[in-house]
């Protein structure tokens, strides 16, 4: 029997790698694909905003957005162990904003600061959360140095499930739909993760949209699940939805080009879309749709499957598409008198 020669993983130190927290280690961690390793760790979309940015009164090490909801996402840097001065500002930056994800990394938190975080997401609403990582350096033999990140403390997000499906049945005005897209909802996040989709979707809630990550501030892919029918312009037998959403200052910038792909965009999805423009407001769509019953519970395994199947694929071609395009370039069309509208 051949034996297997296998090598030992040695555990590096930081300083090793990044001499300084400002000069090194966060300038690397705000690179594309070393955030989106932190994101795949606490299950978030990220896209770096800024680094050392002025939030109001306070200064984060990295501004990031989470694509999935648009809410800020404020990462603090350590080098060394946990400190008191690093926890005060955790909650300067969590009493200047209304919703926000904290993410403080370390090379090693104390016993005080892990139960202080812990206490905190008992604490806070859905509306706050925070996450307490140690970053590690490890390789084999003479290979490059490869970072991990563990998670010390997290959101509880089944305590904070249960608080809030209590309050939504104790909200006399909540409506029979609303209860019942709620549940839509919860059943669709199940799917996703049992079939082992790569959607990251927001926190499921008792309305008629999810949200789902798309990579870029200002766009996302949205879940519908409605009683009303885009087509009939009618209640009742309704419709689902898998569409591409842009919805801020930013939005004619991102749909004009994509719409110039059209023909292209279309035929690599192998079935046409529906461009929702609008001259008077700022959101544009562009969207799939069913028409189904989502009253009807015996259906939803099929009506997940489809939604699934559209947003991964919406997902694949929009995806790499959006993140090429760069706002600022955008140039308002122009009238026939040659003024900007």
């Known amino acids: 029997m051949n034996?297997?020669?296998?090598?030992r993983l040695e555990k590096v130190e930081l300083r090793q790698c990044w001499q300084t927290e400002a000069g090194d280690f966060t300038p690397w961690l705000a690179q594309e694909e070393n955030i989106s390793l932190?994101?795949?760790?606490?299950?978030?979309?990220?896209?770096?905003?800024?680094?050392?940015k002025e939030v109001g009164p306070f200064?984060?090490?990295?501004?990031?957005k989470d694509t999935a909801t648009d809410n800020w996402v404020l990462i603090e840097n350590q080098l060394e162990r946990t400190d008191h001065t690093h926890l005060g500002q955790l909650?300067?930056?969590?009493?200047?904003?209304?919703?926000?994800?904290?993410v403080w990394i370390a090379n090693r938190f104390t016993d005080e600061h892990r139960a202080a975080l812990d206490w905190l997401n008992e604490i806070t609403d859905e509306s706050f959360n925070f996450f307490g990582l140690e970053v590690e350096l490890w390789r084999i033999g003479d290979s490059?140095?490869?970072p991990k990140f563990n998670i010390i403390s997290k959101p509880n997000d089944w305590t904070r499930h249960v608080t809030g499906a209590a309050k939504q049945l104790s909200n006399a005005a909540l409506s029979q739909t609303k209860l019942l897209q709620g549940d839509f909802w919860n059943q669709f996040c199940r799917h996703l993760e049992e079939t082992s989709s790569s959607l990251r979707t927001a926190n499921p809630s008792p309305q008629h949209w999810l949200n789902v990550a798309l990579g870029r501030g200002g766009a996302r892919l949205n879940a519908i699940a409605s009683t009303w029918n885009s087509e009939t312009n009618k209640a009742g037998i309704g419709?689902?939805?898998a569409e591409v959403e842009f919805f801020d200052k930013n939005s004619k910038a991102f749909y004009l080009p994509l719409e110039n792909q059209k023909s292209e965009i279309e035929s690599e999805l192998g079935e046409s879309l529906v461009w929702y423009n609008p001259d008077n407001a700022q959101v544009c769509r562009i969207y799939l749709r069913k028409t189904v019953d989502i009253s009807q519970r015996e259906e939803w395994d099929q009506q997940h499957a489809w939604l699934k199947e559209k947003l991964e694929a919406l997902h694949r071609v929009f995806a790499p598409r959006v993140k090429a395009i760069n706002p600022d370039q955008y140039q308002p069309p122009k009238?026939?008198?040659g003024v900007m509208e």
Not at 38 to 50: F, I, R, Y
Not at 91 to 102: F, K, M, R, S
């Open 144 to 146: 490059p140095m490869a």
């Open 59 to 64: 200064r984060a090490d990295i501004l990031c």
């Open 3 to 7: 034996s297997i020669n296998l090598s």
């Open 38 to 52: 932190l994101g795949e760790t606490v299950g978030l979309s990220l896209e770096v905003e800024a680094q050392e």
């Open 335 to 337: 009238n026939d008198e």
């Open 239 to 241: 419709e689902i939805r």
């Open 91 to 102: 909650l300067t930056y969590a009493a200047g904003l209304n919703a926000v994800t904290i």
